[in-house]
């Protein structure tokens, strides 16, 4: 088992190139199945998601290639539209192969993903909003069997709770069908703007994506594109916060307006932050970290993807900081191993207050979800001695080459396997 070694007490400073989004480029190569031709994205993170999803295009008979950031997918000879439990299992976006499966082929057979250890993360919304377009589905043995006799037909459909993923499925789906479709209450994240620029490159007619309402006129076909993957912004603001508990980093390849929310709540902490057409400067040397308040909402509200960072800034902080989550149900399972670091966190319901300042001290804490590991990689950086992060695959499905970005800025960090 892979873990990593972290000696903290390393001051931050130089720069560091952001990758591609994971959540834009999850969907982004699952959408290569609305169409027999082929697609070449560029600025694919090369992270392990991004080869799962890969295996799970070519279960189904695709012909995928990837060279350093680039993936070139051909779905002119997928064969099958059944997405075992086994690929499905070990990445809950997979889900998302549904949508555009149904479309194109008629059927599609994907198993169930289960819940993960940041909630329950139930697929209903996909469900119910497929079953709009026509599609009879049913649930059984694990697995939601899709049909549609001829084409999908658009529909309006109002999504009850704002669901990013959903949203993405829809699309996708509602891209082939016959027609046009109306998403209400859509979400407006940036990665969703992303998948409907691409579509729209493959002949898709999609209006209003980063809006509540969007407009999808169906059509018959799709043809293939190229498109570059927009940059990642959670790794944007994870590194910012990495930056405000250290020292100083600039982040290049990068675009200060997806990361606004975080910028707000960097700035409230007494962050020093630069911005220019692609990069953003932040500095904290010689300034006070002052503890924040949050709400995690969707966007364009403070993503719950960066919580548990910001929960690990509240800890080393001064003053009290208090962060409410309200898109997971179970997204503090970076708190107890935080404590175990010395962190004086209190949880009350779906809040937790950091009352004042701690000093941190290395040990061995094991990751549990992708940014519960940032989380606890940043603590690392901050603590006395050495920290021990164990399970480190969970950081691995979102950060790329994430020890060798820190080293990079001065961390000490190395990779063991035993
Ligand atoms: C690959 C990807 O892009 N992942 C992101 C995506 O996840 P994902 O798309 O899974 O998240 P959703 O936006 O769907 O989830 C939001 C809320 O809606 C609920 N829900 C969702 C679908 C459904 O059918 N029924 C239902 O009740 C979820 O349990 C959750 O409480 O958006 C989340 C919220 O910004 C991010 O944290 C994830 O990083
Ligand atoms: C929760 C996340 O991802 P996923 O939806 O793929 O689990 C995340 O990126 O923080």
New binding site residues.
Partial sequence: MEKLLIEGGQALSGSVIISGA??AA?PILISSILTAEECTYTNVPKLRDIGITCQLLEQFGTQVSSTENTVVINAGTINSTVAPYDLVNRM??SILVLGPLLARFGHAEVSLPGGCAI????????IDGLKKLGAKITVEAGYVNAKVEGRLKGNRIYMS??????TENLMMAAALAEGTTIIENA?R?P?IVDLANCLNKMGAKVSGAGSNNIEIEGVETLHGCEHAIMPDRIETGTFLVAAAVTGEVTCLNTDYHLVEPVIEKLRDANALIEWDDNSIHIDMRGRELKAVNIKTL?HPGF???MQAQFTMLNVVANGVGTITET???NRFMHVPELRRMGANIQLEGNTAICPEKSDLMGAQVVSTDLRASASLVIAGLVAKGVTQLDEVFHIDRGYENIEKKLVGLGAKITRVDD
């Fill in positions: 994971k959540n999850l809950r976006a909630g329950a993360r139930p697929v209903d919304l996909h709770t704002i669901s990013v993923g959903a979400a994240e990665e969707p993503p719950t993807d898109i997971f149900e």
